[in-house]
């Protein structure tokens, strides 16, 4: 089936921009979401379709997808933003949805 | 407002079935695919299994297929899943989640969870 590998932590300073990786072969071709939570908190939708925020998410979160990796970035990140990151991928040749392993973002 | 309320979670033994439920509210539920998606403790997330909007299209993770059993019912504006032949691995908080229209969608809603616990 198909693996996503997301790297386990990602440490970024107040202010400065997060950028959190989702590989996979050809991911390019695939859409791919990614979903933030919080401890204790169920996941929050914050991109679909490779870079499309819902509706109540800053404009701070943006996504991209080209080749063999997705990124997930966030700008100017602040303290609220230390979370748990999943990138999420429907894969049609098994007709399973596949989640990445997940990244832990630190606010330094 | 969308809301999604999971129910059932408990402790049950090994080998044991339980049934959890997701009552839906605040949307039209007959037109959306629902998920089940499970976390163990300090684990990622897991997706378990799948329905369409009017059950034609079900698909299971491989770890769970044989054992677990998703429906829904339209009318009561729910999603059940039942569980047989738990182990201790089945160990996890259980959330539904919203799909959309088609497979390829994003989960963009999500229950607070139901906790399993598969202990002697």
């Known amino acids: 089936s198909y693996v996503l590998t997301q790297p386990p932590s990602v440490s970024v300073a107040p202010g400065k921009t997060a950028s959190i990786t989702c590989g996979g072969n050809?991911?390019?071709?695939?859409?791919v979401h990614w979903y933030q939570q919080k401890p204790g908190q169920a996941p929050v939708l914050v991109i679909f379709?490779?870079?499309d925020r819902p509706s109540g998410i800053p404009e701070r979160f943006s996504g991209s997808n080209s080749g063999n990796t997705a990124t997930l970035t966030i700008s100017r990140v602040e303290a609220g933003d230390e979370a748990d990151y999943y990138c999420?991928?429907?894969?049609?040749?098994?007709?399973?949805?596949?989640f990445g392993g997940g990244t832990k973002l630190t606010v330094l | 407002e969308v809301q999604l309320v999971e129910s059932g979670g408990g402790l049950v033994k090994p080998g044991g079935s339980l049934r959890i439920s997701c009552a839906a509210s605040?949307?039209?539920?007959?037109?959306?695919?629902m998920n089940w998606v499970r976390q163990a403790p300090g684990k990622g997330l897991e997706w378990v299994s799948f329905?369409?909007?009017?059950?034609?299209?079900?698909y299971y993770a491989d770890s769970v297929k044989g054992r677990f059993t998703i429906s829904r019912d339209n009318a009561k504006n729910s999603l059940f899943l039942q569980m047989n032949s738990l182990r201790a691995e089945d160990t996890a908080v259980y959330y539904c989640a919203r799909g959309g229209a088609t497979n390829r969608d994003g989960f963009d809603f999500w229950g607070q969870g139901t906790m399993v616990t598969v202990s002697s």
């Open positions: 999420h991928v429907w894969d049609s040749g098994s007709n399973h949805v596949m």
């Open positions: 050809n991911i390019g071709s695939e859409s």
């Open positions: 329905t369409s909007t009017g059950s034609s299209y079900i």
């Open positions: 379709y490779d870079s």
């Open positions: 605040g949307f039209s539920f007959s037109r959306y695919n």
